[in-house]
């Protein structure tokens, strides 16, 4: 007979993670291949929940180990309680899992190129907003009135935005060579080429 207290555990603490991630039944339910309303009763142990390839899911989703759900450690394998880190992490799996597409080489070729670029991009983009966060959460009062802006404020946002502009011009050229690429995709793929070249 399934030991209904072993159930109970895993139950209470893959919701427990589950909630300290900030993750809803639909996004494990979707990780795991199962309807919500399986997730539901995984957590309440009115199922059980202890199998192999159960617990192995359920850890691998909310980032433990099995023996944590069981309650045998009480030390988690990934100490991450950043939900959205988590779902970050686990959709570039996923969006890596996605390649090679069923198009031809040339095609996939290019999606790979622009997905490349946007990541590269995306690199240059969090030093960016990094220094762009810390630069106008100092005191820069006295560099507004040098160049004459009209408050602390003002200045502030033209210096956050000019740190993040090229994020922004290269994500509206993505978005043009993504538009050309139907009628033109030679020129789209020297385009995407270009870019690449610009960044490290």
């Known amino acids: 007979m399934i030991d209904k207290k072993l159930r109970k555990t895993v139950g ?13 039944m639909d ?3 979707e990780r795991m291949d199962v309807n919500k309303s399986t997730i539901q ?8 929940n ?12 909310l980032h433990v180990s099995p023996e944590w759900l069981k309650g045998e450690t009480d030390e988690l394998t990934d100490n991450n309680s950043d939900g959205t880190f988590v779902q970050l992490e686990d959709t570039m799996k996923k969006l890596l ?3 090679p597409l069923n198009i031809s080489s040339d095609e996939n070729q290019f999606v790979e190129k622009v997905l490349l ?5 995306f690199v240059e983009f969090n030093k960016s907003f990094e220094f762009a966060i810390n630069f106008t959460s100092s005191d820069n009062s006295s560099f507004a009135d ?9 200045f502030n946002n033209m210096m956050f935005l000019k740190e993040i502009m090229h994020t922004i011009n290269n994500l509206n050229e993505v978005s043009d060579i993504l ?15 270009n870019l690449l070249s610009f960044l490290h």
């Open 12 to 24: 209470e603490r893959a919701k427990a993670r589950r909630k300290e991630l900030g993750l809803s």
């Open 27 to 29: 996004y494990v339910a």
């Open 41 to 48: 009763r995984y957590e309440s142990g009115s199922i059980d």
């Open 50 to 61: 202890t199998k192999k390839l159960i617990l192995e899911g359920l850890a691998s989703t």
């Open 97 to 99: 899992s996605c390649y």
């Open 117 to 121: 670029l946007i990541l590269k991009d």
């Open 146 to 154: 040098v160049i004459g802006c009209e408050s602390e404020d003002e």
């Open 179 to 193: 538009r050309r690429y139907p009628k033109e995709p030679d020129y789209a793929n020297m385009r995407v080429n």
